[in-house]
């Protein structure tokens, strides 16, 4: 994934990078948003702890729910730390002390098919203080857990692997259903975002769903490819969540 967008490796999909450069320019970049985004996070439950009579700050220990949504951008530099990695173990070029290229293919599917669709639905659901608001992502949540499970078996009984092809690294992870398994994800990673209660964080749900459209009218067979480019706007995303709260 290029820019930490959680796209899974669904059959006939390949997620991409293009170079190893390219993913290690990701992640520092995604890094610096990231440490950005939990300064900001942080300010804000300070702020709304002393301020504004919210009660999210440290002192109730509320301040604390903020720290996974705005930590997203920080699992996406690892992710795409870990894909710079595997492009050059694949590529032969790696040096001695680095891990394997199986070991890297499994940790990037780690992230992109079992980790995402879980933690995309909990850091949204950890912002909202609404018991209402709550109970509504359980159905996105419960979505996340039932396709990452789904994955995670894959992933332990079915041979794993990746290699390039041309300019892209190809994941193949072998299993049924495959419309149902995309349909489910995205329900998990898309749909979470879509129910908040905050507008920034509505927005970001609206950007994985126009980039998913994008991706897909552009050429499907390359949906997952297509789809990490979208990744540092959404990142910039998650930062305004926090940085339109300071204000």
């Not at 690892?78 to 002390?97: D, K, R, S, V």
């Not at 290229?101 to 949204?124: H, S």
């Not at 041979?159 to 419309?179: C, F, M, N, S």
């Not at 905050?198 to 067979?221: D, E, K, N």
Request: charged share 10%; aromatic share 12%; net charge positive.
């Amino acid at each position: 994934m290029a820019a930490g967008l959680p796209a899974p490796a669904f059959k006939g999909a390949r997620a991409i990078c293009f170079s190893a450069t390219a993913s290690f320019t990701a992640s520092a970049v995604l890094a610096v948003v990231g440490t950005v985004s939990l300064r900001q996070a942080h300010r804000f439950g300070l702020a709304d702890g002393q301020g504004n009579g919210v009660g999210n700050g440290p002192g109730n220990g509320l301040g604390a729910r903020n720290y996974p949504y705005a930590a997203i951008p920080l699992l996406f530099a690892a992710q795409q730390f870990i894909e710079g990695w595997l492009w050059l173990g694949l590529a032969g070029t790696g040096p001695e002390y680095m891990p394997s290229v199986p070991a890297l293919t499994v940790l990037y599917l780690m992230f992109a098919n079992i980790l995402w669709p879980v933690y995309v639905p909990v850091a949204v659901l950890a912002l909202e203080t609404s018991a209402a608001h709550r109970r509504r992502l359980i159905v996105p949540l419960l979505a996340g857990i039932a396709v990452s499970l789904f994955f995670l078996n894959a992933l332990i009984t079915q041979q794993v692997w990746a290699e390039i092809a041309g300019h892209h690294i190809d994941y193949h992870l072998p299993h049924k259903y495959d419309v149902v398994a995309v349909l489910v994800y995205a329900g998990a990673a898309c749909l979470a975002p879509l129910m908040s209660s905050h507008p920034m964080v509505r927005l970001f749900g609206g950007l994985l769903v126009a980039s998913m459209i994008a991706a897909a009218a552009i050429y499907l067979t390359w949906f997952a490819s297509v789809w990490c480019f979208f990744a540092a706007l959404l990142s910039v995303a998650v930062l305004l969540q926090f940085r339109r709260r300071n204000t």
